[in-house]
């Protein structure tokens, strides 16, 4: 129901945009999360946005400033935007569902549903 695709192989200082399509059922009262693990590392939070407000938008504070989260509400996707990419962001990022009876949460746990993870890799 949640499909993350996008990722790659990219130079440090590059931009890739990762997506997030969900399917199978409404997802307008949730947040969409955006969260990572790197490779030997627990899985931690990136960013977050609401399908209905997209004011609402929470951004860990490694990322804030270079990586945008965004939706695009005909197309049923969010996205995340990443720029100035460094190697310490190699990691498999998940797109994730939180009802919004929960709030701005940031623990995986609030998170409902998961898609499969899409890998990026950036070297130095």
């Known amino acids: 129901q949640l499909q993350a695709s996008g990722g790659g192989l990219v130079q440090a200082g590059d931009s890739l945009r990762l997506s997030c399509a969900a399917s199978?059922?409404?997802?307008?009262?949730?947040?969409m999360g955006w969260f990572r693990q790197a490779p030997g590392k627990e899985r931690e939070f990136v960013s977050l946005i609401s399908w209905y407000s997209a004011g609402s938008r929470v951004y860990a504070d490694s990322v804030k400033g270079r990586f945008t989260v965004s939706r695009d509400y005909a197309k049923n996707t969010i996205y995340l935007q990443m720029n100035s990419l460094k190697p310490e962001d190699t990691a498999v990022y998940y797109c994730?569902?939180?009802?919004?009876?929960?709030?701005?949460?940031?623990?995986?746990?609030?998170?409902?549903?998961w898609g499969q993870g899409t890998l990026v890799t950036v070297s130095s």
């Open positions: 994730a569902a939180t009802p919004d009876k929960h709030g701005l949460r940031i623990a995986e746990t609030y998170y409902d549903y």
């Open positions: 199978g059922r409404s997802f307008s009262r949730y947040y």
